[in-house]
């Protein structure tokens, strides 16, 4: 067992998003190992209640801190790292000038180690502590990551890139042996080997991965849909309406499903633990089946605002009752850090919904890197909070990171206008440490 002393955060769950963090200016947080040796939230609340009932437990006092619940990220490139920033006119000429050349070269295994390895620094450095990641097309790629995150304890969820057409050569899912047998089928059955190789394995977990409908033929995806009927609690990643282009390209390629996201569920894609990147441009019709379909939507703000993308529209979303979560989308997407895509988030919700824009509150950006990404994920209850039972993921918060930062906290009266001054001023340098359960 081991206490921590610090200003705490963490989310009720039995109230709206907006109005859910709980917060401790003086709290206490008691974690202790399970059966598995795996660290849980043990206790959490207010130092003076709780300090008598652990007085002969270690203590480290991190007064001036603020310990919050580790970040859950949606979706990410871990093969685009080195793709950020590259300037481009939208989606499809970044994806050809800058994207499908860079993950050529995760066929090798020592390139996709040393990428995975700061990958995965990257992000327990910015304080992400679970996350949702794509590999290449390359089951090279795929274990080289898994192997770095068993080394690292970060939960981590990847799976093969399935794309058997519409792609450069060297990026399409390749035969096995010397003949000229079916990649497509070799994709189906190298996916398999891997969900048995790696998923459940300590904390990591599979995702099957079609890239996006277009570069997958119809026997890919049916085959996939297959895969995800027989391994019901792999998880399912993939695109969806991010861009009008590809949309277009989407409804040509499958003329017989009723939209680009309903094309997924005719192939069996669509269910709980299935995560779909950026839901931008989505008809009623299309939230209403994610809904109905307990499948989620990884919202990518600063990738969708930096290729001009479009907007999530928030207030469809939770009309329409489906999950989501925040995603920060590298290399689309513009930094690793949850703070700009909170930040980003915030934008979009000023920018993209009504006529008077929406002003998202500050506890529910944070929920939806944390508690509401983990709801996503089929993983509430597990990650992204610091209630009772919890895995200890968590972040240590230096609010005087920066001296604005310690200027403008000071000056904060109530929660949200602390919570605020973090999201619009925070990065890197806020998070002073990220423990891993």
């Not at 920033?85 to 994207?99: D, F």
């Not at 050349?101 to 066929?107: I, L, N, S, Y």
Request: with cysteine.
């Amino acid at each position: 067992m081991k206490a921590y002393r610090s200003a705490i955060l963490r989310f009720a769950t039995d109230r709206p998003p907006s109005q859910s963090a709980v917060y401790e200016e003086d709290g206490l947080l008691v974690v202790a190992p399970d059966a598995q040796g795996t660290q849980r939230v043990h206790a959490v609340g207010s130092f003076h209640e709780l300090r008598p009932r652990f007085a002969d437990v270690v203590l480290e006092d991190l007064s001036g801190r603020l310990i919050a619940p580790g970040f859950v990220d949606l979706h990410s490139h871990y093969p685009q790292t080195n793709v950020i920033g590259s300037p481009a006119e939208g989606l499809l000429p970044w994806l050809e000038n800058y994207t499908f050349p860079e993950e050529k070269c995760f066929a090798e295994l020592d390139y996709s180690t040393q990428a995975a390895r700061f990958f995965i620094a990257e992000m327990l450095r910015n304080g992400i502590t679970t996350t949702l990641t794509f590999a290449t097309s390359h089951a090279i790629s795929v274990n080289a990551l898994f192997e770095q995150a068993q080394r690292s304890r970060i939960r981590l969820i990847s799976g093969l890139c399935l794309m058997d057409r519409h792609a450069p050569a060297a990026l399409l899912n390749q035969p096995s042996g010397a003949g000229r047998s079916d990649a497509t089928e070799q994709s189906l059955l190298s996916t398999e080997a891997l969900i048995q190789r790696w998923h459940g394995v300590g904390r990591l977990g599979y995702a099957i991965t079609p890239r996006f409908a277009p570069t997958s033929s119809e026997a890919q995806l049916r085959g996939a849909g297959q895969l995800a009927k027989r391994y019901p609690d792999v998880w399912i990643q993939s695109h969806v309406a991010e861009n009008q282009h590809e949309i277009a390209w989407a409804r040509e390629l499958f003329p017989t499903s009723r939209s680009y996201l309903a094309t997924y569920a005719d192939f069996g894609l669509l269910r709980q633990r299935a995560i779909y990147a950026h839901c931008i441009h989505l008809a009623d019709e299309d939230r209403i089946l994610l809904h109905e379909t307990g499948a989620a939507a990884a919202v990518c703000p600063t990738s969708n605002l930096f290729l001009g993308s479009g907007f999530f529209d928030y207030v469809k979303a939770d009309r329409a009752g489906f999950a989501y979560g925040l995603a920060n989308d590298v290399g689309g997407g513009t930094s690793f850090s949850p703070f700009h895509t909170m930040l980003g988030a915030y934008y979009v919700g000023r920018e993209g919904q009504s006529k008077s824009g929406l002003s998202l509150r500050p506890q529910h950006l944070w929920w939806q890197h944390t508690a509401g990404a983990a709801r996503a994920l089929g993983l509430a209850g597990v990650v992204g909070n610091l209630q009772v039972g919890c895995e200890a993921d968590f972040v240590v918060l230096n609010l005087q990171a920066t001296a604005l930062l310690a200027r403008k906290t000071a000056l904060a009266k109530n929660l949200d206008e602390l919570l605020f001054a973090l999201i619009v001023l925070g990065d890197d340098r806020l998070v002073e440490r990220t423990v891993i359960a």
